[in-house]
């Protein structure tokens, strides 16, 4: 049974950075792909970033292209989400998904979330 902690959030000023982190407290983080959402209050969840089981391939929404960058280390059992040149905008609840394959949609195994809040 894969069970999934986020950590890393915090509060960070605009332009600061994050760096989030993914790991399997139970189960093997490597059999899965690994997508990251995030929902803010009164919005729906959306896709942020994925990447597939081998690292090989990620994705990631258009809204963050070029600051985020997803990562994974399956000797630690362990995928990260690097956040750079943060907006308020990117204020949420952060969860990380387990899914058989990328997606930036689902998730079959779901993390308790991490908080990120961006201001000044």
């Known amino acids: 049974q894969l069970q999934l902690v986020e950590s890393g959030g915090g509060l960070v000023q605009p332009g600061g950075s994050l760096r989030l982190s993914c790991a399997a407290s139970?189960?093997?983080?490597?059999?899965?792909?690994i997508g990251w959402f995030r929902q803010a209050p009164g919005k729906e969840r959306e896709g942020v970033s994925c990447?597939?089981?081998?690292?090989?391939?990620?994705y990631y929404v258009d809204s963050v292209k070029g600051r985020f960058t997803i990562s994974r280390d399956n000797a630690k059992n362990v995928v990260y989400l690097q956040m750079n040149s943060l907006k308020p905008e990117d204020t949420a609840v952060y969860y990380c998904?387990?899914?058989?394959?990328?997606?930036?949609?689902?998730?079959?195994?779901w993390g308790q979330g991490t908080q990120v809040t961006v201001s000044s």
């Open positions: 139970s189960g093997t983080l490597g059999y899965y792909a």
């Open positions: 990447i597939t089981y081998g690292g090989s391939i990620t």
């Open positions: 998904a387990a899914e058989f394959k990328c997606s930036l949609s689902t998730g079959r195994h």
